[in-house]
């Protein structure tokens, strides 16, 4: 792989910094006073943050940036060493803005653990270069309701902290780490209020992995080009590397994420496309011009070996966005100008991707498996593969890491959002794109959007039942939008997400996630007698009548009294037009004047 020569021996160095046996006993987290035995609840997290910010309030601040569902205050942890403690301070500082996020998953809490670490050291004066590196922004707590689920049984397979940890889902059995796009829950639309208000440069996304037993104790994994603007990739490629050798360095194994095709084969190669869905971490911020660097922790490590490698890979992380700062500042606002520029009213046609696949690059990776040996399961009858950690086999598979476009579509100079959808200006809200509300209906061509035969799911997914395949038809019509609907413009620097959750195909999209659903839905009828005599009176054309002895030739119409009927309703004056219309158009053409934004800023 381009970004870094994998390391699969087992490095015996000691690791760089601070200690637990070096740390006054006041300032010992939770972890470190029961030897790794528990995690600290969110009272005892909140209750440490405030001494560290009681210890160095100049660079250290603690606030919030929403609430949980059931009403907690989801905590938010600023350090800067020039004090800047509001996005605009932070901005004006040229320095990048990190945004490290842990527990979305609330049973994985290294990343937690880890921060709580790395911000004693901070406010005890000892790690002054962390807090000039860049302003840092610590989320050490993002799935708050399920981090208070606590059970040692939340985990079955993870090695610690064995006196129990939060569950996996928030309390609505949302898992968040499938709802960046969608924003169904209070704690999405809250961090994505924090990334808009913020524009952090970088985000890193702190889990720990179940899967296949190894030697790595961290493995990694970022959005490349095409889907990351090449100019952020290009920043990446260079740095992540140096971080990760840092890291090894002070004694953590690592490699990349391995994302089995087939996770109960390993041997079924590793594929990072699926991972990178605008529903996860690693695809949406792609999608706003900033790398999310996937952070997953190997479970069957022991607790304390996972959390001290968590804390040195977000010490060298900071440090190394420090050292080369202006070039991340610099490369985030290059994609941003190209985005804009893309969509401007004065830019060439060009195209949008609308769905990823995996990329044509394979290449070997070698992985440090333990030995294995298979034998049939007792439980399943299946092939169950058994791990023995008395031997490190290299094993080599083949890698997918990049992706490449697998649907694009003209890129539209726009978005209108026809009035009267509420879940459509919600989204648009959520994701704070830039948008202008109509006072007073306006007559434009456009591109209309029109879905038919849906296919639903046979099972409920994140509280909802997707919607995995429908017909589309697009098509240019003249149509009045009225007053009160919603004017989305191109030249945004997000307008990506725009896209993601406007264009039906998306595999995140609205339409997916069933919130149009209305739209398959029909709401008029006409009685059989009534159509009976419409049709008889359309029968007098003679191009009426020739295509309905074309249509009859078709058995699956001749046959299915429904689809005659709906033949025939079609062509009537009584026929619903928006049936399977999408409330969103495409305006392929002069956008429309800017008004004032909606909703206000």
């Known amino acids: 792989m381009r970004r870094l020569p994998l390391v699969i021996a087992l490095l015996t160095q000691i690791a760089l910094v601070v200690t637990a046996s070096e740390v006054p006993d006041p300032w010992l987290t939770v972890a470190e006073r029961t030897d790794f035995r528990a995690t600290a609840s969110y009272a005892e997290t909140m209750a440490y943050l405030r001494r560290v910010e009681s210890a160095a309030p100049a660079i250290i601040r603690v606030t919030s940036f929403g609430a949980s569902a059931e009403g907690r205050e989801l905590p938010l942890v600023i350090v ?17 803005i990190l945004l490290l996020q842990s527990c979305i998953h609330a049973g994985e809490v290294d990343g937690k653990d880890a921060s709580l670490m ?35 049984y939340n985990r079955p397979d993870q090695d610690g902290p064995v006196e129990g940890m939060g569950f996996r889902t928030t309390t609505a059995g949302l898992n968040l780490n499938r709802d960046f796009l969608r924003l169904a829950s209070p704690e999405a639309q809250a961090l994505a209020g924090l990334v808009a208000d913020w524009r952090p440069h970088l985000h890193v996304d702190n889990h720990v992995t179940d899967g296949a037993d190894h030697a790595w104790v961290l493995t990694w994994m970022v959005a490349e080009a095409p889907l990351l603007d090449p100019t952020v990739d290009a920043w990446v490629a260079e740095h992540l590397p140096r971080v990760l050798e840092a890291t090894a360095a002070a004694g953590h194994p690592n490699g990349p994420y391995l994302a089995f095709v087939d996770w109960d084969d390993p041997t079924s190669g590793v594929d990072w496309a699926d991972i990178q869905l605008p529903r996860y971490s690693t695809g949406y911020f792609p999608l706003v011009n900033r790398p999310s660097i996937l952070v997953e922790m190997h479970s069957h490590k022991p607790y304390r070996d996972r959390v001290l490698a968590n804390r040195d890979f977000m010490d060298a992380l900071i440090l190394e966005a420090g050292r080369a700062g202006e070039g991340l500042v610099r490369a985030v606002a290059t994609a941003e100008a190209r985005t804009r520029a893309v969509g401007a009213v004065d830019a060439e046609p060009s195209s949008v991707v609308v769905r990823w696949t995996t990329g044509d690059e394979v290449e070997p990776l070698t992985w440090p498996s333990y030995r294995t040996t298979t034998e049939p399961s007792f439980v399943t009858g299946s092939p169950l593969i058994a791990y023995h950690r008395d031997e490190i086999v290299p094993t080599e598979v083949t890698f997918r890491h990049t992706v490449k476009p697998e649907l694009e579509l003209a890129r539209p100079r726009g978005y209108l959002v026809h009035a009267g959808w509420p879940q459509l200006e919600a989204a648009v809200a959520g994701h704070h794109l830039l948008a202008y509300r109509l006072a007073a209906p306006v007559t434009i061509e456009v591109e209309t959007i029109r879905v038919a035969e849906p296919v639903l799911a046979d099972r409920p997914f994140q509280g909802t039942v997707m919607v995995t395949d429908f017909v589309t038809t697009r098509q240019a019509e003249r149509r009045e939008v009225p ?63 020739a295509e309905w002895q074309a249509a009859l030739a078709d058995p699956s119409l001749a046959g299915d009294p429904r ?16 049936f399977g219309l999408l409330p969103v158009y495409r305006v392929m053409g002069p956008p429309l004047p800017a008004g004032e934004p909606w909703p206000a800023r």
Not at 516 to 524: D, H, P, R, Y
């Open 80 to 96: 800067s060493s020039d004090g800047a403690f509001t996005p605009a301070a932070a901005a004006a500082t040229g320095k990048p």
């Open 118 to 152: 790395l911000l004693r050291e901070i406010a005890l004066g000892r790690r002054p270069d962390l807090a000039e590196a860049a302003v840092t922004l610590f989320v050490p707590i993002y799935n708050l309701d399920g981090h208070e689920r606590v059970s040692p």
């Open 483 to 545: 007053a009160g609907s919603l004017w989305i413009p191109a030249d945004q620097p997000d307008f990506a997400v725009a896209v993601q959750l406007f264009e039906p195909e998306a595999p995140d999209s609205l339409l997916r996630w069933g919130v149009l659903n209305a739209v398959f839905e029909m709401k008029s009828y006409i009685g059989p007698d009534r159509l009976e005599e419409a049709a008889a009176e359309l029968l007098a054309d003679d191009a009426v009548r």
């Open 563 to 578: 689809a005659r009927y709906l033949w025939w309703f079609r062509r009537t004056p009584y026929w619903d037009e928006r």
